[in-house]
C-alpha cells in the first residue's frame, strides 16, 4: 500500500514567505538566478523591502566571473529605494561603490568592507560624514589607517561596533598605536571591537578602556604586542565579559589565521614597507584593475532589465 505523495507549488507560497527564503540566498545569486526563474518571483525580487540587507559575499575570483560585481551592487541599492540597512562588499569595493553606498543611503546601520584594497582613507571618510546612523563598521584586510577611523569616530557617534582586522605576525616587531589612539579618542559608545592582528601595545590598550567604558567584547587575538598581566590583565577581566586574549585559539574566526613568522627585525624588510603591503600580496591579481569609469551605465547588463 503506497502512501500518496503531495506535491507542493511554490508558486502558492505567501509573499512573505517566498520573499525570506529567496532574501537567504544573498544578493549576486538573486540578480544572477532567482529573478529568472519566473515572473512572479522576478516581482519579489524587485521589492524594495527585499533590498534592505545586501549581501555580495563572493568567491573573490574576480577574473573567474562572467558578471560585474560593481555593477550588481549599484541596481541592488538602487532597488532598495533609499532604504538600505545593512550591506557587505567583499574584494571589489572601490571609492566609487563607496561614495555610491553613502550618497544613497543615508540610513544604513551596517558596512562590512573586506579585502577592498581599492577604497582609501579619502574614500571612506567622505562616505563616513554621509553616514550618521551607522552602528557597525567592519574593516577587515584594508588599506585603512588612523585618519580615517578619527573621521568615523566623529561622524558615527552611534558606533556600537568596529572591527578593524588585519593578519597577525608573531615577529614583526613594529609596534603602533596609531589605530587604537583614534578609537579610544572618537568612540566612546563602542561596545563590541575586534582588533585582529593589530600592532597596538599596552599603551594602545590602556587608552581604549579608557576612552571607550561601555566596551563589553574585546577580540585581541594575534596583537601580540600586547603583554596581559598585572594591573591591565585584572582591568580587562574586571571590565570586560567577553575578552579574547593574543594567544587565544582562532578556531572560530571567519578568515585564515595563520600567523607569519617573518623576521626578528625591520631590517628584513625594505625601507617603507608596511604590513599591509605583506598581506596583500597574495590579492595583487585581484586588484589591479581600476573600477567601472562610470558606475551609474549598467542598462547593458541585461539581467537587470
Known amino acids: 500500500m503506497s502512501a500518496a505523495v503531495e506535491t507542493r507549488n511554490w508558486l502558492e507560497l505567501p509573499f512573505d514567505v517566498t520573499a525570506s527564503i529567496l ?15 519566473c515572473s512572479q518571483w522576478r516581482n519579489i525580487c524587485k521589492d524594495p523591502s527585499m533590498w534592505r540587507s545586501i549581501d555580495m559575499r563572493n568567491s573573490g575570483d ?19 529605494c533609499g532604504y538600505l540597512l545593512d550591506i557587505n562588499v ?8 563607496l561614495s555610491y553606498i553613502s550618497e544613497r543611503s543615508v540610513h544604513l546601520k551596517r558596512l562590512r568592507l573586506v579585502s577592498c584594497y581599492n577604497i ?3 574614500g571612506l571618510s567622505k562616505a563616513a560624514l554621509k553616514l550618521p546612523f551607522l552602528e557597525e563598521l567592519e574593516i577587515s584586510y584594508c588599506s585603512i589607517s588612523k585618519y580615517s577611523l578619527e573621521t568615523i569616530g566623529r561622524s558615527c557617534p552611534f558606533l ?47 587608552a581604549i578602556l579608557n576612552g571607550c567604558p561601555h566596551l563589553e567584547y574585546l577580540d585581541l587575538r594575534q596583537c ?7 594591573n591591565l590583565e585584572k582591568r580587562c577581566v574586571e571590565h570586560i ?31 617603507g ?23 551609474s551605465d549598467y542598462d547593458d547588463y541585461l539581467l537587470f532589465d
Request: net charge negative; glycine share 6%.
Open 23 to 37: 532574501s537567504r540566498l544573498g544578493a549576486v545569486e538573486i540578480l544572477n538566478s532567482a529573478q529568472n526563474v
Open 62 to 80: 574576480l577574473w573567474d566571473m562572467d558578471y560585474d560585481l560593481e555593477k550588481m551592487c549599484i541596481h541592488a541599492i538602487d532597488r532598495s
Open 90 to 97: 567583499e574584494y571589489f569595493g572601490t571609492d566609487e561603490i
Open 120 to 122: 582609501s582613507d579619502e
Open 160 to 206: 556600537k561596533t568596529l572591527k578593524f582586522n588585519l593578519q597577525g605576525y608573531r615577529r614583526f616587531h613594529l609596534e603602533s598605536d596609531d589605530e587604537a589612539l583614534a578609537i579610544a579618542q572618537t568612540m566612546p559608545e563602542l561596545c563590541h571591537l575586534q582588533l585582529f592582528g593589530n600592532k597596538l601595545t599596552n599603551e594602545g590598550l590602556q
Open 224 to 230: 601580540f604586542n600586547v603583554s596581559l598581566g598585572g
Open 241 to 271: 565579559k567577553n575578552l579574547r586574549r593574543p594567544n587565544d585559539s582562532t578556531h572560530d574566526y571567519e578568515f585564515n589565521a595563520e600567523v607569519h613568522d617573518t623576521g626578528s627585525s625591520d631590517e628584513d624588510y625594505p625601507s
Open 273 to 295: 614597507i608596511s604590513d599591509i603591503d605583506l598581506i596583500s600580496d597574495d590579492y595583487d591579481d585581484y586588484f589591479e584593475f581600476s573600477g567601472a569609469s562610470d558606475l
